[in-house]
Structures are given as structure tokens and as C-alpha cells.
């Protein structure tokens, strides 16, 4: 089975604090991605990584990087965090390929005050 | 614009009894249709994936159709659990495009509840 972890299930910070949110997928995937989740929203792209030390941005990178070092870890920095960045973060990973399934992990629920 | 339209936004239904959940998308050029479950807290799972030739899909007591003229699909679930309370998401998948990257729109996703 694909496993696809994130380091933390809930988060609080405060505004101004840097935030690392960390993904580790064992399939040897070659993406991965961060979304958000908000209410009414559905799920939203921040960034994504297709190999190892390559990004793109998503539809809403803004506030947000990313780092990836090794292929099976994928890491999203909030390098200040702001109170409408609370919400719940989603990473994904996937085999290269626009018809394969994303296998998400669990979810952070960051929340910033 | 690509978007993907769920109704209605939430469901509750006693179990046992059956449900139809919509999802109605404007996605193009059209490459593949997912619904997922969301369990509360949890990460969306995949349930079924149907591509532009297939009408029908099923998954235990899960059913997909999809109407690509239309531009319409359904998930049915049969004799619900509670175990079945989740959010159910549909994402439609952009052809055409080569290489990695954002080729899925979401739905919003329809809550539902099974009570007993």
C-alpha cells in the first residue's frame, strides 16, 4: 500500500512564525503536491515537484515555498505565517503520468493566531 | 474556466437507505473523472475512476456513471453504513497536457451523514 505521511496532525503558531510542514511518500513517486483545504473550497494547489530540487507553482502559491531535497520527501514553508493561512494542509504524491491516482496523506490542521 | 459543481452540498440519510450524490463539470479537453472519500480528518481516498469510454463504474456499494456528452456523473451508494459519513469529492482530470503537475479540478464535495 502507498503511505503517504505529514509530520504533525494539528499545528498552532503564531502570526510571523516560520512554518515547515513536512510529506514523505515510501513509492518511490516521481510528484508530489501541497494543497489547501477550506470550507466551501474545495482543494486548492499551492505547489508542486515532478523530480527532486524541481518546483511549479500552483494556483495559489503565494505566502508559501517549498524545498525538495530527496525524491520521497516534500516540504511546504509558510516563512511568515498569517492567521488566513489556517486551514488544513493536504500533500499528495503520485507516479509521473496525468492519469495516475494522488494518494494524499492524513492532513495538518494549521492553525495561526 | 474548468470547474466541477457537487450537489447538494450535504445529505443526511438513515441507514440502510440509498442516495445519489451529482457532480457536473465543465473541465476540457476531458481525460478521467475520480470520486474520492473524505473521512473526517482524514486525507480523500479514491473510489472509482472512469475515463471518457466508460459509463459505469462500481466499487462495492458504489457506484459511478458518467455522462461525457452531458458532462454529468453520479455516485450511487446502496444500503448505507454509517461507516459511509464522509465527504465525497469529485475531480476531473485535464487531458492533453504532457508532464506532471495541477491536472485535476475539485468539486467542493457533498457532506454526507448516515444516521441510524
Known amino acids: 500500500d502507498v503511505k503517504v505521511t505529514q509530520s504533525s496532525r494539528y499545528l498552532v503558531k503564531r502570526t510571523g512564525e516560520k512554518v515547515f510542514l513536512e510529506c514523505v511518500q515510501d513509492m518511490d513517486h516521481e510528484n508530489m503536491f501541497w494543497y489547501r483545504q477550506d470550507p466551501g473550497l474545495g482543494l486548492r494547489l499551492i505547489y508542486f515537484?515532478?523530480?527532486?530540487?524541481?518546483?511549479e507553482k500552483g494556483d495559489i502559491p503565494e505566502g508559501y515555498s517549498v524545498s525538495r531535497e530527496k525524491k520521497e520527501r516534500f516540504s511546504l514553508i509558510l516563512e511568515s505565517a498569517s492567521t488566513n493561512q489556517t486551514s488544513m494542509y493536504l500533500c499528495?504524491?503520485?507516479?509521473?503520468?496525468?492519469?495516475?491516482?494522488?494518494?494524499f496523506g492524513p492532513g495538518t490542521r494549521l492553525t495561526v493566531t | 474556466k474548468n470547474q466541477v459543481e457537487q450537489s447538494p452540498q450535504s445529505l443526511i440519510i438513515l441507514e440502510g437507505k440509498n442516495c445519489t450524490l451529482q457532480?457536473?463539470?465543465?473541465?476540457?479537453?476531458?481525460?478521467?473523472l475520480r470520486w474520492y472519500k473524505q473521512d473526517t480528518g482524514r486525507g480523500p481516498v479514491s473510489l472509482t475512476i472512469?475515463?471518457?469510454?466508460?459509463n459505469t463504474k462500481s466499487n462495492g456499494r458504489y457506484t459511478a456513471t458518467l455522462d461525457a456528452d452531458t458532462k454529468q456523473s453520479s455516485l450511487h451508494i446502496t444500503a448505507s453504513q454509517l461507516s459511509d459519513s464522509a465527504s465525497y469529492i469529485c475531480?476531473?482530470?485535464?487531458?492533453?497536457?504532457?508532464?506532471?503537475?495541477?491536472?485535476?479540478?475539485f468539486g467542493t464535495g457533498t457532506q454526507l451523514k448516515v444516521e441510524l
Open positions: 475531480v476531473v482530470t485535464i487531458g492533453g497536457l504532457t508532464g506532471g503537475g495541477n491536472k485535476l479540478t
Open positions: 457532480c457536473n463539470y465543465t473541465v476540457s479537453p476531458f481525460s478521467n
Open positions: 472512469m475515463t471518457f469510454s466508460e
Open positions: 515537484s515532478y523530480d527532486v530540487k524541481m518546483k
Open positions: 499528495a504524491s503520485s507516479i509521473s503520468g496525468i492519469s495516475y491516482e494522488q494518494y
